[in-house]
């Protein structure tokens, strides 16, 4: 398992890149973070018979939250801003496990899809 903020900081610098290349991508939001982790979560269970990330997935007014994040991000909307050493670091290190990095993936390619 992961700490989720490495998740958040790998779905950070993914989106970076993304913002880079094309003009008309949008930065990712607490909210939307927070529905792709639900996600992550979901997909990790069937994939990989284990949980992505040890913090509770909790039902909240808006979707689905994890608290650690809404603390890291509390006050902002858009969460990739500045992306650090440590934040590549986090993508690396995820990255480098082909099987959670398939997860990641495949959650991150269908976010078109879900809202």
Do not use: C
């Amino acid at each position: 398992m992961y700490n989720v903020l490495k998740i958040v900081n790998w779905m950070r610098v993914k989106n970076k890149a993304e913002l880079i290349e094309n003009k008309d991508a949008e930065e990712l939001t607490q909210m939307k973070a927070m529905k792709l982790l639900y996600y992550v979560q979901g997909v990790s269970l069937v994939y990989l018979k284990h949980r992505m990330f040890p913090d509770d997935i909790l039902a909240w007014k808006y979707g689905p939250a994890v608290s650690k994040v809404h603390q890291e991000y509390q006050g902002q909307r858009e969460i990739v801003g500045e992306v650090s050493e440590n934040d590549i670091d986090d993508y690396n290190e995820l990255s480098a496990n082909s099987k959670v990095n398939d997860v990641l993936n495949t959650v991150w390619d269908s976010r078109h899809h879900s809202s």
